[in-house]
């Protein structure tokens, strides 16, 4: 079943669409989640996340649905993850789309879905150009919200490496979005 035929069953407010989001996507929207949360947490996340998709489609009707959902998922998360700190009190909690907010452009277009869009785009042609050990390690961290520590282990680098190509492709990233504009 294509996303767009995914679409169609939410517009029609068949039941059917959110079995299907979950059969199609279900294991890698449980990973991103757990990547920021508890496995039991993440789980919740995501029947928010099918909740949210009935609630909102339509009236939206997103060009592109995995992306949609996705940052759907994402902010979800983000937000039971800051709920949690704030009943704990623990310490500071940086989330991912903090450290990129600062090279992330101010949405010009009229709806979310665009905005999403254009920021999908710029970072699919940065990635294109990158090498792939570095475009692993930037979506290791950005989207899956892996510590450098984590990815200077799983992939055999120094901490130091890692750390040094991130900053590096954030600032790169950051060019493309201005040259983009």
């Known amino acids: 079943m294509t996303d767009r035929e995914i679409i169609q069953l939410f517009i029609q407010r068949d039941e059917e669409g959110?079995?299907?989001?979950?059969?199609?996507?279900?294991?890698?929207?449980?990973?991103?989640?757990?990547?920021?949360?508890p496995r039991e947490d993440a789980e919740e996340c995501l029947n928010d996340l099918y909740q949210a998709l009935w609630d909102h489609i339509p009236p939206d009707e997103p060009a592109h649905f995995l992306s949609y959902v996705v940052t759907i998922l994402k902010?979800?998360?983000?937000?039971?993850?800051?709920?949690?700190?704030?009943?704990k009190r623990s310490g500071e909690t940086v989330t991912l789309s903090d450290e990129l907010a600062d090279i992330l452009p101010d949405p010009k277009t009229d709806t979310e879905a665009e905005a999403i869009f254009h920021v999908s785009d710029v970072l699919n042609?940065?990635?294109?150009h990158e090498?792939?050990?570095?475009?692993?390690?930037?979506?290791?961290?950005?989207?899956?919200?892996?510590?450098?520590?984590?990815?200077?282990g799983k992939m055999g680098f120094s901490l130091a490496k890692v750390e040094k190509a991130l900053t590096r492709m954030k600032k790169k990233l950051k060019e493309a979005f201005r040259e983009d504009n």
């Open 125 to 128: 042609r940065f990635l294109e």
């Open 18 to 37: 959110i079995a299907e989001t979950e059969r199609i996507y279900g294991a890698r929207l449980l990973r991103i989640a757990e990547g920021l949360l």
């Open 75 to 87: 902010n979800l998360a983000r937000n039971r993850l800051r709920d949690m700190n704030v009943k």
């Open 131 to 152: 090498k792939p050990e570095k475009r692993r390690m930037f979506v290791l961290h950005y989207w899956y919200g892996q510590s450098i520590e984590e990815i200077a």
